[in-house]
């Protein structure tokens, strides 16, 4: 009889309690999310977060996971999240450079759009009768996710709204970033970088990269100071407009 | 890389002092951002071991921010009982805020290529 090897069921009872199953679920969807995405040339349709995200969130319902204890487990990735979003300063720092002699124009463009993010679909949002926590998740999310997440907390909106919307604004920016520049006749290389990412952040500013460099660099620039000024503007206004 | 992971825990701690005890509003990890952003323009380079840390974090933000939004589960009857609602706020502001951003440089720089 011994050493007794224990049913499956019991294995699973010890896994489920411990943060391993989490961490490893999170880790092993965003490698699953990773591959596909370079096996799809790094199309913006097979964008890596979307795919952890669905094969998480499928996974946790088909185990029949609460979210909560799921998060107990994931939330040791979650707390880098705040560390990594001071590390996004040495990206801004190299990108810095690039303001020179066009600070004036970048800086209208940016307060232009971000005010436009914000309008746009928190107004449409508010118009087409979405409650008030799916609205509330549409303040941040032209902002990069590590900090909307951090302004949504601030403002009181749900997190993960704000991180989900985000992500999809950003893939959908990445997409449509050729077309809508195109139609709006903006040709110069820096101007469609800072566009896309002012408007669709990192996703935006990858899809940049992939493009030109020059549009990749500034599309780098536009997405770090829409995160800064993001941060300060965007409670300011949450508390005296909203 | 330690070393680096330090400094920019240490950054991150202090922006968190700051928001917690003066700039409530503004969330902590962002005033560290600025905070390691100003020492980096005083010093006029960036550390190898910081850099090091901050392209490995760079690389993999997207790992970062799935534990949050995972719980979107919760949401889920919600968001696909205002589906159109989303869609619509979603396509139509991403589309606006890159044209206005591209027409407003447009219009103060001109069409000057680099």
């Given at each position: 009889m011994s050493p007794q090897i224990p049913a499956i069921h019991e294995i699973w009872v010890y896994l489920s309690g411990s943060p391993l199953l989490a961490l490893v679920l999170t880790l092993a969807a965003y490698q699953a999310g990773l591959m596909v995405y370079e096996r799809f040339?790094?199309?913006?349709?097979?964008n890596p977060v979307a795919i952890a995200i669905l094969i998480v969130a499928t996974a946790i319902t088909v185990i029949d996971m609460p979210y909560a204890k799921y998060f107990e487990g994931a939330q040791f990735v979650h707390f880098l999240l705040g560390t990594a979003t001071v590390a996004l300063a040495v990206p801004i720092y190299k990108g810095?450079?690039?303001?020179?002699?066009?600070i004036l124009p970048l800086l209208a463009a940016l307060l232009a759009g971000g005010a436009t993010s914000i309008a746009s679909a928190v107004g449409i949002a508010k118009l087409m009768g979405a409650d008030k926590a799916i609205v509330g998740?549409?303040?941040?999310?032209?902002?990069?996710a590590p900090i909307a997440m951090g302004v949504a907390e601030r403002i009181e909106v749900s997190p993960t709204l704000t991180a989900v919307f985000a992500v999809t604004t950003g893939i959908l920016g990445a997409i449509l970033v050729r077309s809508v520049m195109n139609a709006a006749g903006v040709k110069a290389w820096w101007q469609r970088g800072f566009a896309v990412g002012v408007a669709a952040h990192g996703i935006g500013t990858s899809r940049a990269f992939s493009v030109h460099p020059e549009a990749g660099t500034y599309a780098s620039l536009g997405m770090g100071l829409h995160g800064v000024l993001g941060a300060v503007l965007i409670p300011l206004a949450v508390r005296y407009l909203a | 890389m330690i070393a680096g992971l330090v400094q920019i825990l240490v950054f991150q701690g202090l922006g968190e002092i700051v928001a917690k005890?003066?700039?409530?509003?503004?969330?902590g990890p962002v005033i560290g951002l600025v905070l390691l952003l100003a020492w980096l323009q005083v010093r006029g380079s960036v550390p190898a071991s910081v850099d090091l840390v901050a392209t490995a974090f760079a690389q993999n933000l997207g790992l970062l921010f799935i534990p949050a939004a995972v719980g979107v589960v919760m949401f889920w009857p919600s968001i696909r009982s205002h589906a159109v609602a989303v869609v619509a706020a979603l396509l139509v502001s991403v589309v606006a805020t890159m044209a206005v951003t591209g027409l407003v440089l447009r219009a103060l720089a001109g069409d000057e290529p680099e």
């Open positions: 040339d790094r199309n913006p349709l097979a810095l450079g690039a303001l020179r002699g066009r998740g549409f303040w941040a999310k032209s902002v990069t | 005890f003066f700039l409530p509003l503004i969330p």
